[in-house]
T-cell receptor, first 119, second 116 residues
Framework: AQKITQTQPGMFVQEKEAVTLDCTYD???????LFWYKQPSSGEMIFLIY??????QNATEGRYSLNFQKARKSANLVISASQLGDSAMYFC????????????????FGQGTILTVHP | GAVVSQHPSWVICKSGTSVKIECRSL??????MFWYRQFPKQSLMLMAT?????????EQGVEKDKFLINHASLTLSTLTVTSAHPEDSSFYIC????????????FGPGTRLLVL
């Protein structure tokens, strides 16, 4: 079974500062993918960044970077230079990539972290 | 690219009626689509996996006769909530996998269902 844990129900950050959203995971799959999604109040889920379990380098996408520490089973999202528009709910998710496994292709989501950016 | 649409975005219905929600991949073909349910301020819970041309696979605890899923083409999956009750009121979101690459799931904008 897969499990994603986001221990921060809410985070606050000042505009233009960097913020780290925590995510830890547990899985028995040897191959997996980790995702971060942003969900603004409108409800849509916006894909931010992806990290494969065998990727050697941490993923980066513009102001988003994923601090992947495989041994610690953590996949924290770092948002640099926060903007007011970054205020939203953020979800960490895992996908099992073990073909034939019960988790293959499915996303398991964490509880989410509400990020508020102050001016 | 990788745009997923849902229709309707909002629906209010009377208890006992059925509601159909459409999920479309607009600029790519999706052999697999997923249906999620989300209650306010909670996480997304996977309801079922929809595969084109075959029966949907439901997660444990999800009633297949209650939530009918049809994946009739490579760009369309529908979820029908049959005999809706107030407890079915929720936010329903679909996602689709674009074949190839990282197989990232792209999500639709969601459908808010309110059953009176």
């Amino acid at each position: 079974a897969q499990k994603i844990t986001q221990t921060q129900p809410g985070m606050f950050v000042q505009e233009k500062e960097a913020v780290t959203l925590d995510c830890t995971y547990d899985t028995s799959d040897p191959s997996y993918g980790l995702f971060w999604y942003k969900q603004p109040s409108s409800g849509e889920m916006i894909f931010l960044i992806y990290q494969g379990s065998y990727d050697q380098q941490n993923a980066t996408e513009g102001r988003y970077s994923l601090n992947f520490q495989k041994a610690r089973k953590s996949a924290n999202l770092v948002i640099s230079a926060s903007q007011l528009g970054d205020s939203a709910m953020y979800f960490c998710a895992m996908r099992g990539d073990n073909a034939g496994g019960t988790s293959y292709g499915k996303l398991t989501f964490g509880q989410g972290t509400i990020l508020t950016v102050h001016p | 690219g990788a745009v997923v649409s849902q229709h309707p975005s909002w629906v209010i219905c009377k208890s006992g009626t059925s509601v159909k929600i459409e999920c479309r991949s607009l600029d790519f073909q999706a052999t697999t689509m997923f249906w999620y349910r989300q209650f306010p301020k909670q996480s997304l819970m996977l309801m079922a996996t929809s595969n084109e041309g075959s029966k949907a696979t439901y997660e444990q605890g999800v009633e297949k006769d209650k939530f009918l899923i049809n994946h009739a083409s490579l760009t369309l999956s529908t979820l029908t909530v049959t005999s809706a009750h107030p407890e079915d009121s929720s936010f329903y979101i679909c996602s689709a996998i674009e074949a190839g690459g990282q197989e990232t799931q792209y999500f639709g904008p969601g459908t808010r269902l309110l059953v009176l």
